[in-house]
């Protein structure tokens, strides 16, 4: 558990220290805007739920961890 939480900082630091890069690909454009994802604009009124979005990353990290335990 103390390696996964160590690499887990890790990833998430690089993460942060990358994004300003990260976030001006085109590959990420996609996130949080696929069918699914629900989005209310109303005038003064925002609402966004990314339902399927959070769906696809949680499919994703499942199996990355899977693969990982093997």
């Known amino acids: 558990m103390q390696r996964f939480?160590?690499?887990?900082?890790?990833?998430l630091?690089?993460?942060g220290l990358f994004w300003p890069w990260l976030s001006n690909a085109r590959l990420w454009q996609w996130v949080g805007r696929l069918?699914?994802?629900?989005?209310?604009?109303r005038d003064g009124f925002g609402f966004y739920f990314p339902l399927t979005t959070g769906l696809l990353i949680s499919?994703?990290?499942t199996l990355?961890?899977?693969l990982l335990r093997k």
């Open 5 to 11: 939480l160590i690499v887990a900082g890790i990833v």
């Open 64 to 66: 990355l961890l899977w």
């Open 35 to 41: 069918p699914g994802d629900i989005r209310i604009e």
């Open 59 to 61: 499919l994703l990290v």
């Open 13 to 15: 630091l690089a993460l």
